[in-house]
């Protein structure tokens, strides 16, 4: 989830458990503590490039975290608001906007490590874009007023526009779940895997992947809110498999690290159509119809013993954007 729309569900938090004369302190605290869960986006071993992404949505979105955390948040934001709130207040307030970080992102369709260290699961319920305009607009606008004002019923209903976010895009998500698994069930494919993820920004244009038989399928699933699901049919390739391409590098670094973003991209591993060096997350594209994935991993069997680069592909020019919002637009 975007910085932004995480502060203003951590403020909410903090504001919930304050009284009215405290609101607006509490309003700051809980909208940095929030925000200061991804400072792990700033992690890096230089040598390792995956470490990064392993790294975020890890232990500083874990439940067990919550309580350090917010510590760390209330002794930085002391300095700042010592002469307005007790620490014991400082630390609620911290508390409560920090512990809506990790829950929040495993909303998302990347989501998070929510019981690490127990489990290096990353839990995603692929309810909502990890960027919505229309959630964060109506959390702007009441949150907002809310501490203007020093209203609670604001704040509440501030709450009341997120659950109706998630919401819909649980009613979403089960309508383009249903149709990819018909489309499936058409074409007489048995789905080893599935999943189906928002777009960018939006709960009615959904991504659609399954594996069957060693090869991963892509579709678009346009879920109109007054209208029956519209399939996309999208590209396919094979799957791809480490041990068959890459076996006899065993015991290198080349090999680890393939492994490594494996787990990541959950078993989704796809060549690069266009850079047959690169193995990418079959899972997330700019276009849901599409398999050159958003990123990936370059591989050279010429230095076995050095981490693989990891890249990125995002292509926003006028081709994609016209395509993407054709179906957006159920054209």
Known sequence: M???????IGSAAAQSVSDKEKMRPAAFAGFVAAMMADLDYYIHLPSDPLFNIEIHRQFTHSLIFIPVGALIAAAVLWWFLRKHLSFKHLYLFSFAGYATAGISD??????????????????????VSVVDPLLTTGLIVLVGIGVWKQKKPLIYGAWAWYALILFFGYIQHERAHSALEYSAEQRGHHA????????????????????????????????????????YEGESTELMDIDEDFGHYQNTTL??????????????????????????????????????????????????????????????GEEVRTKFLDMLLGN
Do not use: C
């Open 192 to 231: 080893e895997a599935m999943v189906v993820k928002p777009t960018i920004g939006n709960q009615v244009l959904w991504r659609g992947n399954y594996i069957h038989d060693g090869r991963v399928f892509t579709f678009g699933l346009r879920a109109g809110p007054f209208s029956q699901v519209k399939v």
């Open 2 to 8: 975007d910085p932004l729309t995480h502060g203003l």
């Open 106 to 127: 495993a909303f998302t369709s990347y989501g998070t490590q929510l019981l690490w260290p127990f489990l290096d699961t990353r839990f995603a319920w692929n309810l």
């Open 255 to 316: 090999y680890d690290d393939l492994r490594r973003f494996e787990r990541l991209s959950e078993g989704y591993l796809i060549r690069h159509p266009e850079k047959p060096h690169v193995i990418g997350d079959g899972r997330y594209s700019m276009l849901p119809t599409s398999l050159i994935p958003l990123w990936g991993v370059e591989t050279d069997t010429t230095d076995t013993d050095r981490h693989l680069p990891f890249l990125y592909f995002r292509d926003a």
